[in-house]
Structures are given as C-alpha cells and as structure tokens.
C-alpha cells in the first residue's frame, strides 16, 4: 500500500478554467499565449495537487501533455525553405488560443446569469415590517479567491519552507478529522479578530497529513461561510478571517 490516504475535490472546473485563472493571474495577452510561461505555472499547480494525494481529474494531465506538445513545437527550429509559399503557417497555439476564448465567453455568459438570478431572489413582496430591535451590521465581503488561489498559496508555502517527504516513511493512521480540524481552525481564526490570520499560519505542522487535513477543513469552512479568504492584491499572501453571524 503506497498511500496513506486519498482525497478528492469537487471545487476545480476544469483544465480550461485553470488556465483561464493563469492567465488572468500574469495578465497574459490570449491572442499571444507565452507557452513556456503558462505550461510551467500550469505544472506547479498539477505538481501541488499530486504532492497532496487529490484525486485529479485525467482531463488535467491529457491538457498537461497537450500543453508540452505545444511547448515543443514551439521550440523546434524552423526550416528556411527558399521558395515562396502561399500557405499559412499554422500558429500550434491556435486551437488551444479558441478553446480558452470559447470558455472564457460562456463563463462570462455564467457569471452574468448568476448575478441576474442573485438580483431576481433579491425581489419580493410582504407587508411591512417594523425591525426596531435588530442592529444595522455591515455585510462582510468574503472576497473573491478561488480554489486555484488556494492551492497556488499552498505551493509558495511548500516552496518556501523547502518542504520534502523523508527518504523512508512508515504510514500513519491521520492523526486528526477534518471535522476536529475545523473547530480548530475556527477557534484561531475567531482568537485573531479582526487582523486575520495568514493562510502559512493555519500550517504550522509540515506532516503531510496535517497539511492536506487542514487544506480540506479550510475549504469546507468556507463552503459553509464560517470564515473568508482575501488577498489585497495579485500574488500577495492569502489571509484567513473568522465570518461573524
């Protein structure tokens, strides 16, 4: 038995959409793909989620191969030939370039239906009520960082902390549930108030199980609003913060 565990996301949409992300991420031109860049930040990603044991999706590494397919015919040496041809040079990037501008157009089509149907709830009718005794709070914004955000903090964090598995290794049963992990998480998440945890903090032990434990507990808080991500800007550190009620 080769692994201690396995664990499987629900979050990622797709190749496509992790591309998408880099691209937005680096502010790449999509009409002029930069593939030695994209296929090197694509693979550190593929590369983070094979050293947590998630279960990846084949549709991820066939694009992994597509993208060093491209890669390497970018990379041959053109042919000078002398005489004129009247034939275009297909740009490899071509089908790739339409696929992500395809997506890109029906995510962006999503989106707006999304906001449309989050408006149209937004509309009812009642009598009027009188709500003397209830505060006005302001709503908290939860930001908006996605699942690949998540998983790119993690790999900086792993990079940094020069993290490696031992030469030798005996499997250990996890030491603690997702479950446990989580009211864990929200007690320091909750102590820190209003200044926030960074995302390297909720991490302090570097046993593989504990990372992928707490990376897990991390997701479900925030699929069940307990706490927020946010990031001030691109590329700068991912901050844990308690959602108050």
């Known amino acids: ?21 880099l691209i937005n991420q680096y502010e790449i031109d999509i009409y002029d793909i930069p593939v030695a860049q994209i296929t ?21 590494l066939v694009m992994a191969a597509t993208l060093l397919a491209i890669k390497s015919q970018m990379l041959l040496p053109k042919q000078e030939i002398e005489e004129e041809i009247d034939d275009y040079a297909e740009d490899p990037r071509e089908e790739l370039m339409q696929r ?20 149209a709830n937004q509309i009812f009718t009642r ?59 929200v007690q320091i998440v909750k102590a820190a108030s209003k200044q926030g945890v960074t995302f390297d903090q909720l991490f302090s032990k570097r046993t593989r199980s504990h990372i992928v434990v707490t990376f897990m507990a991390l997701l479900e808080l925030m699929k069940e609003a307990q706490v927020y991500c946010k990031q001030e800007k691109q590329l700068d550190d991912l901050y844990v913060f308690y959602l108050e009620d």
């Open 100 to 119: 992500l501008i395809e997506y890109r157009k029906y995510k962006e089509a999503a989106d707006h239906l999304k906001e449309k149907e989050i408006d």
């Open 40 to 60: 090197e930040q694509y693979m550190q990603y593929i590369h983070t989620m094979q050293h947590l044991e998630l279960n990846i999706a084949s549709e991820y």
């Open 127 to 185: 009598p009027p009520v009188v709500f003397d005794d209830i505060e006005n709070k302001q709503p908290v914004t939860q930001g908006d960082i996605s699942i690949y955000d998540m998983l790119g903090a993690l790999g900086k964090m792993l990079e940094r902390k020069k993290w490696t598995d031992p030469m030798e290794t005996k499997i250990k049963r996890v030491e603690i549930s997702i479950e446990q992990r989580m009211t864990e998480v």
């Open 1 to 21: 038995m080769n692994q201690a565990y396995q664990v499987k996301i629900d979050s990622f949409e797709g190749p496509l959409d992790l591309l998408l992300h």
